[in-house]
């Protein structure tokens, strides 16, 4: 048995031991339900078994969404929306930008009058993420999000004391963090000395920028007018920041531990610069906190115990909200589906109370959408990961509605200037304006794969 499956199965058990609520009925006969998901296993893993157990009225069809592949010049909400019509789903899972789309031409069903026609508890629900998802649907509630992913800025509290650094707050500007992470020493060996920050889990001047300019709201390109705005002056401001910070000397650039060996699991837990007290800050995701509290129990001395988080970074002139949460699944109810009455019970189940318990026991990297179950017993500042509004990914805004090959291509553009400005082989001006004139030339169609495809098409005429 795997262990995915033995975590799922313990907490099926779990489950029905603690719920009193349930099926009150015995079934009069089964309704099939096709659910829009990665994968079967990934499905059960993540809902399936659960909900299975306590509703056997109900068969669950899995309809795949890896299947979703885009033919060459699609895009990928095309190739998803032909896929709809072909498998005819119940319910559907959306991004962001197919939830906006499907919910304005009206082919998604209105929960809002669902839940209150059951009296279904909304309030509970991070409100944060149904303003964001009303957001997209002009103020009407179409879909609902289970788990939500989150980052902050973990710090270590006795390094700040240590070296009389003011802690950090809620709703900081880039700038702001970067001059308190400054302020910690800067000499001493890589594998021993203090750092003042670990931005993420890639540090190159490509990440670091990114998420600087998508705090400010920035994007590379305008997909609608089909133009590049790399070169704005913002955007320099932006990759210029990253780089000097990358440059001073007092970001953790440590390299990817992902298949390094170890001879103790207390060698593994340490291996992490935050844990290991070489790092005064950090930016992670809910793992860190679970591994924290493991580090806690098994290393007992030697581990991390003064820590707290705070928000991540904003643009000082929009402070409450920010682009680090993410809210990769919306579910949603076809309009035209003929099982509703189905589909909003698997709704229901799996954004509800119930399931938001006893899924909050397992640390899979997302939080519950309901505010009770994202807490500790310590009283660290958890709502940090919640307090902002998600807004809408702005730095790579709309690239599902170009062809793959299109963003491809800018993506390995972006990823090859700046790492030639991070070597110092050009400016940071000149690099944005190299992204922006080759950008251009790509959504003109002009770029090297529309180049390979001319030459391609002349071979073959040969």
Same mark, same amino acid.
């Given at each position: ?132 998802? *009303? ?35 809620? *709703? ?206 310590? *009283? ?53 304006? *190299? ?28």
């Amino acid at each position: 048995m795997s262990k995915k499956m033995a975590i799922a199965l313990g907490l099926t058990a779990a489950l029905l031991a603690g719920c009193s609520a349930g099926p009150q009925a015995e079934p009069q006969g089964k309704t099939t339900l096709k659910v829009m998901y990665y994968s079967e296993d990934s499905f059960y893993y993540q809902y399936g078994m659960l909900f299975s157990a306590l509703y056997p009225d109900v068969e669950l069809e899995i309809v795949s969404a890896n299947l979703v592949k885009p033919e060459e010049g699609e895009t990928i909400n095309d190739a998803t929306a032909k896929f709809i019509r072909e498998r005819k789903p119940d319910v559907l899972m959306l991004s962001a930008s197919q939830y906006k789309q499907w919910a304005s031409e009206g082919k998604l069903l209105d929960l809002e009058a669902r839940a209150a026609q059951d009296k279904f508890d909304l309030a509970g629900i991070v409100p944060g993420i149904l303003e964001y998802i *009303r957001g997209l649907s002009d103020g009407k509630l179409y879909g609902m999000a289970p788990s939500f992913y989150s980052k902050a800025v973990y710090y270590n509290k006795d390094l700040f004391e240590k070296y009389g650094v003011p802690l950090p707050e809620d *709703r900081m500007s880039w700038e702001s963090l970067l001059q308190l992470a400054s302020r910690f020493p800067t000499d001493g060996e890589p594998n021993e000395r203090v750092y003042g920050l670990k931005p993420d889990y890639m540090s190159d001047l490509n990440n670091l920028s990114r998420q600087i300019g998508g705090s400010l709201g920035l994007s590379y390109f305008n997909v609608s007018g089909m133009r590049m705005t790399a070169n704005s002056d913002s955007w320099i401001k932006a990759v210029e920041t990253a780089d000097k910070a990358i440059k001073g000397g007092y970001l953790y650039l440590g390299e990817d531990q992902t298949n390094q060996m170890y001879t103790s699991y207390e060698e593994y837990l340490l291996q992490d610069p935050f844990i290991g007290g070489r790092t005064a800050m950090t930016i992670d995701g809910s793992y860190l906190t679970a591994q924290i509290k493991e580090a806690q129990e098994v290393l007992k001395d030697k581990a991390l115990k003064n820590w707290d988080v705070v928000t991540m970074p904003v643009d000082p002139k929009n402070p409450n909200v920010t682009d680090t949460v993410s809210v990769d699944q919306i579910l949603a109810i076809d309009v035209q589906s003929p099982n509703v009455d189905a589909a909003w019970k698997f709704l229901q189940y799996v954004n509800g109370d119930e399931f938001a318990r006893v899924k909050s026991k397992a640390n899979s990297g997302s939080f519950p959408v309901r505010t009770k179950y994202i807490n500790d017993d310590d *009283r660290h500042n958890l709502q940090a990961f919640y307090a902002l509004t998600p807004t809408e990914e702005t730095v790579f805004k709309d690239y599902d509605k170009m062809p793959n090959e299109a963003f491809t291509e800018i993506m390995n553009t972006i990823a090859a200037e700046l790492s030639e400005a991070g070597k110092g082989q050009q400016t940071v001006a000149e690099a944005m304006n *190299r992204i922006q004139d080759k950008g251009q030339l790509i959504l003109d169609g002009k770029g090297k794969g529309a180049e390979e495809a001319a030459n391609g098409a002349g071979s073959s005429a040969k």
